[in-house]
């Protein structure tokens, strides 16, 4: 948005700055899914990217992002090198524009390399300024919600460098609003999107080829392929986003979207392929069938209760895409029991699923040593 006092209003044209945030070494397919949904002017940086969009098109990004976590409409820059310049800088934006009196707001502060080094005093400056602007102007102010706000304001400080903006997305888009629960160190749901896309799945899919998660856990893999498969907005089933309640928010445009999006998905499960998740742990596996049948996916993903040593492909079926999550940690040795798991897999992969392709997540390479297979990073 414009450096006025008065920010103009927005009209179907209007081109606003935006930046995408991802987490580390996600960056590159986060600029390719931005391209893919149609938007231009993106430029790749650490944790993210940058872009130029309408509002319509940033609305499609926090729809249909598999990998982003925060969408952030950028209002405003300026320098802030003492307490004092970050509360007139926030004190010049006309929050009135973007929020009534009667609203909610909340602040999200991050500084790196700044003079201002508490993010709690940051934050505080910040809703300072917007509560003191507000009943300077018009008499009252509207109240704090840290949980889920009418706006969320997203300030981030790098080297006294002041970035205001609002966060679209209002809550992290992994949460995509299915998984009530998970098992221990549940894999998020953009990381889970981020291996399958690394994987090739979507090519695999758009061909009709299965997939199976012989370690499903909380079936985070096997839900994210379904979403994939069927060509379903990660962000359709989520309950709250952090425009709706935004004075500028287009509802004619976000409900276009919306349509759009639910017949894309109801088109696209009438050709989801085979999609099977295994655990040996049966409270794993009713923890992803409650999580699929949040996700909408009742009788299109399959979770059942298996050890890994029993997974094998299904008879007379063609080979498809084999992704696993399994346990890793810093023990290599004997007694972790890893090596033999790992071992065990690779076993598996050689004599069960030749032809298949296969992922496997592992925080350590030296882990991967352990199948016996050629891989590619």
């Given at each position: 948005?414009q450096d006025s006092?008065?920010?103009?209003?927005p009209?179907?044209?209007t081109?606003?700055?935006?930046?995408?945030?991802t987490p580390?070494n996600?960056?590159s397919?986060?600029?390719?899914?931005?391209r893919?949904?149609?938007?231009?002017?993106v430029s790749?940086?650490?944790?993210?990217?940058?872009?130029s969009a309408s509002l319509?098109?940033?609305?499609?990004?926090c729809?249909?992002?598999?990998?982003?976590?925060?969408?952030l409409?950028?209002l405003?820059?300026?320098?802030a090198a003492t307490p004092?310049a970050l509360?007139?800088?926030?004190?010049n934006?006309?929050?009135?524009?973007?929020?009534?009196?009667?609203?909610?707001?909340?602040v999200?502060?991050?500084?790196?390399?700044s003079?201002i080094t508490?993010?709690h005093?940051?934050?505080l400056r910040v809703?300072?300024?917007?509560?003191?602007?507000?009943r300077?102007r018009?008499?009252?102010r509207?109240?704090?919600?840290k949980?889920?706000p009418d706006?969320?304001i997203?300030v981030y400080?790098?080297?006294?460098?002041?970035?205001v903006?609002?966060d679209?997305?209002?809550?992290?888009?992994?949460l995509r609003?299915?998984?009530k629960?998970g098992?221990?160190?549940p894999l998020?749901e953009?990381?889970?999107a981020a291996?399958?896309?690394r994987?090739?799945?979507?090519?695999?899919?758009?061909?009709g080829?299965?997939f199976?998660d012989?370690m499903?856990g909380s079936?985070?893999?096997?839900i994210?392929a379904a979403l994939?498969?069927s060509?379903?907005?990660?962000g359709?089933?989520r309950?709250?986003?952090g425009f709706?309640g935004w004075?500028?928010?287009d509802?004619s445009?976000?409900e276009t979207?919306?349509?759009?999006?639910?017949?894309r998905?109801?088109?696209g499960?009438?050709r989801l392929?085979?999609?099977r998740g295994y655990?040996?742990d049966?409270?794993?596996?009713?923890?992803?069938?409650a999580?699929?049948?949040r996700?909408g996916?009742?009788g299109?993903?399959h979770?059942?209760k298996?050890?890994?040593s029993?997974c094998?492909p299904l008879?007379?079926?063609a080979?498809?895409?084999?992704?696993?999550?399994?346990?890793?940690?810093?023990?290599l040795?004997?007694?972790s029991?890893?090596p033999?798991?790992?071992?065990?897999?690779?076993?598996?992969?050689t004599?069960r699923?030749a032809?298949?392709r296969a992922?496997i997540f592992?925080?350590n390479?030296e882990?991967?040593?352990?199948?016996?297979?050629r891989a590619?990073?």
């Amino acid at each position: 948005m414009q450096d006025s006092d008065t920010d103009p209003q927005p009209s179907i044209l209007t081109r606003y700055r935006f930046f995408a945030t991802t987490p580390k070494n996600m960056e590159s397919l986060l600029v390719g899914e931005l391209r893919s949904l149609g938007v231009d002017e993106v430029s790749e940086t650490r944790a993210g990217a940058g872009f130029s969009a309408s509002l319509a098109e940033a609305y499609r990004v926090c729809l249909w992002s598999r990998v982003a976590n925060r969408v952030l409409l950028v209002l405003r820059e300026f320098p802030a090198a003492t307490p004092d310049a970050l509360y007139e800088g926030a004190l010049n934006i006309p929050w009135e524009d973007h929020l009534g009196q009667e609203g909610s707001f909340s602040v999200d502060f991050s500084t790196s390399a700044s003079g201002i080094t508490h993010s709690h005093f940051g934050a505080l400056r910040v809703k300072d300024a917007v509560v003191d602007r507000f009943r300077a102007r018009l008499g009252s102010r509207p109240s704090v919600d840290k949980g889920r706000p009418d706006i969320r304001i997203n300030v981030y400080l790098y080297r006294d460098k002041a970035t205001v903006s609002l966060d679209l997305s209002g809550e992290s888009l992994h949460l995509r609003g299915y998984r009530k629960q998970g098992m221990s160190a549940p894999l998020k749901e953009n990381l889970a999107a981020a291996i399958l896309l690394r994987a090739g799945w979507p090519a695999e899919a758009d061909q009709g080829r299965p997939f199976v998660d012989p370690m499903c856990g909380s079936g985070t893999l096997s839900i994210e392929a379904a979403l994939v498969a069927s060509d379903s907005a990660p962000g359709l089933g989520r309950e709250y986003w952090g425009f709706t309640g935004w004075k500028l928010h287009d509802e004619s445009a976000w409900e276009t979207l919306i349509q759009e999006a639910t017949n894309r998905r109801r088109a696209g499960m009438e050709r989801l392929p085979d999609i099977r998740g295994y655990d040996r742990d049966p409270k794993a596996v009713s923890v992803a069938i409650a999580n699929a049948e949040r996700a909408g996916l009742h009788g299109k993903v399959h979770f059942e209760k298996k050890d890994l040593s029993d997974c094998r492909p299904l008879s007379q079926e063609a080979p498809g895409l084999l992704v696993a999550n399994p346990p890793y940690g810093e023990r290599l040795d004997v007694e972790s029991g890893l090596p033999a798991l790992y071992a065990q897999l690779g076993q598996i992969l050689t004599s069960r699923f030749a032809g298949w392709r296969a992922g496997i997540f592992t925080g350590n390479p030296e882990l991967g040593k352990r199948f016996g297979l050629r891989a590619k990073r």
